[in-house]
């Protein structure tokens, strides 16, 4: 017989074996040689964490208390293994692409990342879950307890080796569990420390299964009947708790968040899925097969009233088998091992994830985009979440001590379960909706803890008066018999209503009520992965990381800038080689080097794609989004500017042009205007001169003489009178004398003054009725407009019989004045040019200035009018327009 | 994998209507993958139906049920293994998609 302290100490060179090999391919997973870390079978192995030390200690137990129904926690998942091809490998898929990280993260991506809906994950899965790491506890110490009877030399005490288990387990799943933040939350040592784990407890129960078949039962066929002859020897079922246990073994399956952490997170490749379909189907069925047998045998032997959950270890001792005992032994503590450890870190993501990151980052205030210091506070949570489990746990297994193995585990798988619509909905249903999920979950929830998890543990938590007469004391809230249906079975009672009232939340309120768009992207993400997803590829692996890494930020910050990074990070690193590992302090450095380039979602996304090799989420996308909408706003605000920039340059190209037009209108006005003056100065001077200095001129000479000097200088006041009035027109100063007055009033003034004196014949045509119009202007000042007009048209007509033509008319709404003439009219290329100034049609007959049509011109546009030349009529012609807001005489 | 449907109908272009005769079998393949958990859980339903211990009827022995259950539970993994393989050589035969682990 084996003493307790050998046993301890095989206990912990066991313990410290397996930390060798996590510890072992945790370096070769860093150095890369982990091509058969990543082989199906260790995938396989790692999900065998299904069987817990509830499996291995407990399957003999329930065999030996209820038959064949044990083999109902192994038929649920075995379905849900064969059907894969329905729905694991939609499940692995989506965890993979969206980067999930425990199932409450699934939940919460699917119904648009809401970290309420995560939250209620984490609290349910933390719930249901301690009970069971409770019954890892209880199983250990009682399997030491065994060992303590059958060694009298040994001081063993319960309750202090529960605690050294429990906190050993903890130093190990912290130790690898939260040794580095792993993108993908990926642990690979872990993984195959539990690979380990499931072929020693294959082994050790198939060995004590053999032992007792063909040891104690002398072969299959004297077993079988030693069976049928048993008081478990004829087919007796619960119909109800087969089907129901089933069914829920299934949904614990995938719902368990350890299961969850193994099935989804830890998948490195969904090819993995096809051999597991059929090997862990396998497995179980191994575990199983010599259940029944060891139950049968064991109930022959052992003594009436030992516990059936122990047979595997108490029947080789008592069959003095203590080589088999101790493997036996090693099998249950490694099932516990694996799963505490596992399950422990799968809780601890979740709650640091969900719950105690979101307060750290809320109490900080800053918002996620500290980095840096983040990772360090990740794992410290992530441990200290570990610990609280684990205490949780043990404080769970001191207070209730626990009961049958069995009925702890399947409370814990019922709570789970409720997980399952809204797993189920979020992957199939694309209607399905955040606040369903929220109210179908807590609806299970409360359920469950009122009809199984309360009156399950016992100890007083509900009173006998709700037990018997209700919540409330009203009879049909009863906890085992809701609604007045009495006699089912407490787990089936639960199971259904919890179960089927949660469904029927989870589709009632998602068609009521609406999601929200990132909701609604996501459930398109999640429901039609297989076409938004890439194939089956396994996650990149890291050999072409960094020389991916170095070609993509090449492209972004530019050759020699991205060589010079990646030197000094190969530096740092200790110079290995030209290029550095992708570390995550590498990565985060790049990550934000190449931020400050793209942005920090594109960069995020754009190493997310090489080195995660997942697909980018919907978040990421919107992110993007939103940063080159901001991109796009600052360039087109650049644009306005740049626009608005040449319009401005384009008007003072204007204005520099105008300018120069204007300075050399200026210059050709001087000389104009001092060639004006010159001419007649000129002849004033000669004849001034020859009056002066000639003597003897005849008194009719000098009368000559001085009328031309007159003359002259009639014309020079003339021409300073006109430049005087036009530059007083054209600076603005004029002051306008306006008065009501009639058309053909002006008109009359007009033609008396202009035609008075004269010798010519001009005939002036009117046609008196249509002049009668009022109108308020500068009266005057159109008057001598048109004595301009009439005057020109006197001077330079040149037909045999001149005749003027006035004509009043209306053109859109606006008075007109034509004067045309029957002369020969304004050459074309002159049209242009006579109301310019010093403008003259032709030299020989030059009587004025040339400034009267321009200074007609300022009058009229003074006026709010305008003088135009009319082309296309027989002779000259001038149409002066006046302003628009004339008042038409009702006449 | 490529033996899904869904792989081949891409979001862009619509699935043609017939298939050649290997992607026909593929998809039958699936099918057939589709059906063996469902099939696989009516047999575990059946000794639902054997008479109970407790009435007078022929009782089953337990050595008779346990012959049944495993029975199925190895055909089943017997089966899933053969589809297994299978579409694993079908995948195998894809251009693009060699096989790692």
Redesign the interface.
């Known amino acids: 017989m084996a003493s307790l302290n050998v046993l301890i100490l095989v206990c912990l060179g066991y313990v410290v074996f397996l930390f060798g090999v996590a510890f072992a391919s945790d370096r070769l997973a860093a150095t890369r040689r982990i091509r058969w870390l990543r082989s199906p079978l260790i995938y396989t192995l790692s999900l065998s964490i299904y069987c817990t030390a509830w499996t291995f200690y407990g399957a003999v137990g329930y065999a030996a208390r209820s038959g064949l129904e044990f083999v109902t926690i192994y038929l649920g998942p075995t379905l849900v293994m064969i059907g894969w091809w329905w729905g694991l490998r939609k499940l692995v898929r989506v965890g993979r692409s969206q980067r999930v990280t425990s199932i409450a993260d699934l939940i919460s991506s699917r119904f648009g990342k809401s970290n309420l809906l995560a939250i209620c994950v984490t609290v349910l899965a933390v719930i249901a879950v301690t009970p069971y790491i409770a019954l890892q506890l209880q199983s250990i110490t009682l399997s030491f307890s065994i060992f303590a009877e059958g060694d009298p030399e040994s001081f063993y005490r319960e309750g202090s080796s529960a605690f050294w288990v429990a906190a050993g387990l903890a130093v190990f799943a912290i130790l690898f569990g939260t040794r580095n933040l792993d993108a993908n939350e990926r642990h690979h040592g872990v993984v195959t420390a539990i690979a380990i784990e499931a072929v020693v407890k294959l082994l050790a129960l198939l060995a004590v299964g053999v032992f007792v078949v063909w040891g104690i039962g002398g072969g299959i066929d004297p077993i079988l009947q030693r069976i049928d002859q048993s008081e478990i020897g004829t087919w007796t079922i619960d119909k109800g708790r087969w089907a129901t246990i089933t069914f829920l073994a299934a949904a614990a399956f995938v719902c368990l968040p350890r299961m969850f952490q193994v099935m989804v997170v830890e998948n490195d490749d969904e090819r993995h899925l096809r051999m597991a379909a059929w090997a862990f189907p396998l497995y179980l069925l191994l575990m199983s097969l010599f259940v029944v047998p060891i139950a049968v045998v064991g109930l022959d032997l052992m003594p009436e009233g030992s516990n059936p959950d122990l047979f595997v270890l108490t029947i080789p001792l008592a069959q003095g088998e203590g080589g088999l005992a101790m493997l036996a032994f090693l099998g249950g503590f490694s099932s516990a091992t694996s799963m505490v450890i596992v399950a422990a870190m799968a809780l601890s993501t979740m709650v640091s994830n969900h719950i105690v990151m979101p307060i750290w980052l809320y109490s900080q205030g800053r918002g996620a985009s500290v980095s840096g210091d983040v990772r360090n506070i990740v794992l410290f949570s992530r441990r200290v979440s570990i610990a609280v489990i684990m205490a949780l746990g043990y404080f769970y297994f001191v207070f209730t001590g626990g009961g049958a193995l069995a009925s702890i585990g399947l409370i814990a798988f019922a709570g789970i379960a409720q997980i399952l619509p809204a797993l189920v909905g979020g992957l199939f249903w694309r209607g399905a909706t955040r606040t369903g999920a929220l109210v179908g979950l807590t609806i299970g929830f409360l359920l469950w803890l009122y009809t199984l998890l309360l009156p399950g543990i016992g100890s007083g938590l509900l009173s006998e008066s709700v037990m018997t007469n209700g919540l409330f004391g009203w009879h049909w809230l009863r906890p085992d018999a809701l609604f007045g249906i009495t006699g089912l079975d407490p787990t089936v009672h639960s199971v259904m209503w919890s179960l089927s009232l949660n469904t029927v939340a989870f589709c009632l309120v998602s068609l009521l009520s609406f999601p929200s768009p990132l909701e609604r992207l996501q459930g398109a993400q999640f429901v039609n992965v297989f076409d938004h997803s890439a194939g089956p590829r396994g996650w990149t692996g890291s050999v072409a990381q960094s020389e991916d890494l170095m070609i993509m930020s090449q492209r972004i910050l530019g050759a020699r800038e991205a060589q010079e990074f990646f030197h000094a990070e190969a530096l740092q690193q200790g110079g290995r080689g030209v290029l550095p590992d992708p570390t995550p302090a590498f990565l985060e450095r790049l990550e934000r080097e190449l931020g400050g380039s793209v942005g920090a979602a594109a960069a995020h996304a754009m190493i997310g794609q090489i080195v995660g090799g997942s697909s980018v989420s919907v978040q990421d996308l919107l992110a993007v989004a939103d940063e080159s909408a901001q991109l796009m706003e600052y360039s087109s605000q650049l644009e306005a500017k740049s626009s608005e920039l040449s319009r401005t340059a384009h008007k003072l190209r204007e204005a520099n042009e105008k300018l120069t037009q204007i300075s050399l209108q200026k210059d050709a006005f001087l000389s104009q205007v001092s060639h004006e003056l010159r001419t007649p100065m000129t002849s004033i001077r000669a004849f001034s001169e020859i009056l002066r200095d000639t003597d003897g001129l005849l008194p009719e000479d000098k009368t000559r003489y001085a009328t031309i000097i007159h003359d002259e200088a009639l014309r020079l006041t003339r021409l300073l009178d006109d430049l005087l009035d036009l530059s007083v027109l054209e600076s603005g100063q004029v002051s306008l004398n306006l008065r009501d007055g009639r058309l053909d009033a002006v008109l009359d003034r007009a033609l008396d003054s202009a035609l008075a004196g004269s010798t010519g014949k001009l005939v002036v045509k009117r046609q008196k009725s249509t002049e009668r119009i009022a109108l308020r202007s500068d009266l005057d000042r159109l008057g001598q407009v048109f004595i301009n007009l009439i005057s020109n048209a006197q001077k330079y007509c040149d037909a045999r019989d001149p005749v003027l033509t006035i004509s009043v008319h209306d053109v859109g709404g606006q008075v007109v004045v034509d004067f045309i003439d029957n002369g020969s009219g304004i050459p074309t290329q002159a049209q242009s040019m006579v109301f310019e100034k010093f403008a003259r049609v032709s030299s020989e007959k030059a009587g004025g200035a040339g400034l009267g049509l321009a200074i007609c011109r300022e009058i009229m546009q003074r006026l709010g009018g305008n003088v135009t030349y009319l082309t296309g009529q027989s002779g000259a012609a001038f149409r002066v327009s006046l302003a628009t807001n004339q008042e038409m005489a009702a006449e | 994998?490529?033996v899904?449907p869904?792989?081949e109908t891409?979001?862009v272009q619509a699935p043609p209507v017939f298939l050649e005769k290997q992607s026909y079998r593929r998809r039958r393949l699936?099918d057939a993958?589709?059906l063996?958990?469902?099939f696989?859980?009516l047999l575990?339903?059946i000794?639902?139906l054997?008479?109970?211990?407790?009435g007078e009827g022929g009782?089953?022995?337990?050595?008779?049920?346990?012959t049944y259950?495993?029975g199925v539970?190895?055909l089943?993994?017997?089966v899933?293994?053969l589809?297994?393989i299978a579409?694993?050589r079908w995948?195998g035969s894809d251009p693009?998609?060699s096989?790692?682990?």
């Open positions: 994998m490529s899904g869904e792989n891409g979001p699936s993958a589709r063996l958990p469902i696989g859980a575990f339903a000794p639902l054997w008479p109970d211990g407790s009782q089953v022995p337990m050595s008779a049920a346990i259950i495993f539970w190895a089943l993994i017997v899933g293994g589809f297994g579409a694993r995948s693009g998609s096989e790692r682990g």
